[in-house]
């Protein structure tokens, strides 16, 4: 009998650190899940754009638009994406800030899209350094005017740019406080901060930033609790806003809507 027990016990505990050992070496393809193929472009759509490559600073080519706002554009923003789909995906919200009289730089990280390379916390990092440095040395833009913002995991790679330099203001949305405590949530089973290799730390980057903030989250949000734009927002300095939508965690800003796009327009509103 006690033999069949432990045979059972040390069964559980093997199939245990099996399953840990695999969430610690298949983690990046539990994060990213990146399209290569680009569905659509902004001209599809009565938006006007230039397609543009940048160099990252270990030496990755990566795929981007600009869109230009006519005819006086209010400023610059600086989009982050998610972890999933590419550029071709964030078209609503292209047109979104296109009617806000932003013009709007987004990038595809590395293996996204028609970037080179292939994702990680780090890359991620120096695609989003490449991506700043483009519009400011390259396009001559003021750090003044670019708003940088950032959705999902672009929130925390949004925040980190933001804690390295000084924009007009930040804003994310759907952000989580970091990689392990969203890992926590669905691997309570698990000693997540042993295992997690990804840090992105938002809660960490936005303590430190010196521009407005804006965090927008929906309390319905099905991926990324509530909880976390809340904790997010309470570790900000001032000065700073947070704007309640309505809807999922991929959908929130389109069934929110007018009030969505209004919110946007006060918050820009005060930093200008």
Same mark, same amino acid.
């Given at each position: ?9 040390? #069964? ?59 005819? #006086? ?17 964030? *078209? ?17 990280? +590395? ?18 350094? =490449? ?25 925390? *790679? ?7 330099? #000084?924009? +007009? ?10 990689? =392990?405590?969203? =890992?926590? +949530?669905?691997?309570?089973? &698990? ?5 997690? +290799?990804? !840090? ?7 303590? #430190?930033? !010196? ?42 800003? &389109? ?18």
């Amino acid at each position: 009998m006690w033999n069949g027990i432990a045979l059972i016990a040390l #069964t559980l505990v093997a199939a245990y650190l099996i399953l840990a050992t695999l969430l610690y070496v298949f983690q990046d393809g539990l994060i990213y899940y990146p399209a290569r193929q680009l569905v659509v472009t902004p001209n599809q759509f009565g938006l006007d754009y230039e397609p543009v490559s940048l160099e990252t600073e270990d030496g990755v080519r990566l795929s981007a638009w600009y869109l230009e706002a006519n005819p #006086t554009p209010r400023g610059v923003l600086l989009f982050f994406h998610g972890n999933a789909g590419n550029i071709s995906h964030r *078209i609503v919200s292209l047109q979104l800030f296109n009617r806000l009289g932003l013009s709007t730089f987004i990038i595809d990280y +590395r293996g996204f899209g028609e970037s080179e390379g292939k994702p990680s916390e780090a890359g991620t990092y120096l695609d989003a350094e =490449a991506a700043w440095r483009y519009l400011v040395e390259q396009r001559k833009i003021d750090p003044s005017q670019i708003v940088i913002f950032g959705r999902s995991l672009g929130a925390a *790679i949004a925040s980190y740019v933001a804690s390295k330099h #000084t924009p +007009r203001a930040l804003i994310i949305e759907s952000a989580f406080t970091s990689a =392990a405590d969203l =890992a926590g +949530r669905y691997y309570p089973f &698990m000693p997540v901060r042993w295992l997690t +290799r990804f !840090k992105y730390n938002t809660l960490d980057y936005v303590g #430190t930033i !010196k521009c407005p903030l804006l965090v927008v989250h929906s309390r319905h949000d099905n991926v990324i609790p509530f909880s976390h734009g809340r904790r997010i927002f309470d570790a900000a300095p001032r000065p700073k806003e947070f704007l309640e939508i309505t809807g999922s965690h991929n959908d929130g800003f &389109m069934v929110t809507g007018k009030p969505y796009e209004d919110g946007l327009m006060r918050f820009l509103a005060t930093t200008e």
